[in-house]
């Protein structure tokens, strides 16, 4: 799970990296020197949808997510956690629904290509399968962890 997790953690810091030299170096092409970069545009987009999707993956595994916590509460701990599960489990179903039809798109994908760099767009819509991957990854191990975390409570 440890190189699973540098993976991600590689493609965030590369699309990072790639999108914010992209982005400066066109700002600086179009405004002052008044030479728009076309291809920018893709490379942007790229960059852009690969970081907020593995971005997302690494928060679910993290527990980084932006949550309302109100009706937690207001239930003992316990629940809380039989809660999280049933969250989870549904979650999961939302993953499998986005490798399913992920996959189906990128195929879409095949046949497209990026308006300027000429790019097959499957490089673009791989993201939705691949991280969707990591998601259910994730999720298997946080219901595991409050399965765990349930057991042990009722052993005290």
């Not at 179009?30 to 291809?39: D, M, T």
């Not at 000429?118 to 991957?133: C, D, G, L, R």
């Amino acid at each position: 799970m440890k190189i699973l997790d540098k993976i991600i953690q590689l493609i965030m810091i590369v699309s990072t990296i790639v999108l914010s030299i992209t982005t400066f170096y066109q700002v600086i092409m179009r405004f002052i020197l008044k030479l728009p970069v076309p291809w920018g545009q893709d490379v942007i987009r790229l960059s852009f949808i690969w970081l907020c999707l593995t971005g997302g993956s690494y928060c679910l595994k993290t527990g980084d997510h932006l949550n309302i916590d109100l009706i937690f509460s207001f239930i003992s701990e316990k629940k809380q956690k039989i809660l999280y599960i049933l969250i989870n489990l549904v979650l999961m179903i939302f993953f499998i629904f986005l490798i399913v039809y992920g996959v189906q798109f990128t195929l879409t994908g095949t046949t497209q290509k990026a308006p300027y760099t000429n790019w097959p767009m499957y490089i673009y819509y791989t993201a939705i399968p691949f991280n969707a991957i990591y998601l259910i990854m994730y999720n298997i191990q946080n219901i595991f962890k409050l399965l765990k975390d349930l057991k042990e409570e009722d052993n005290k």
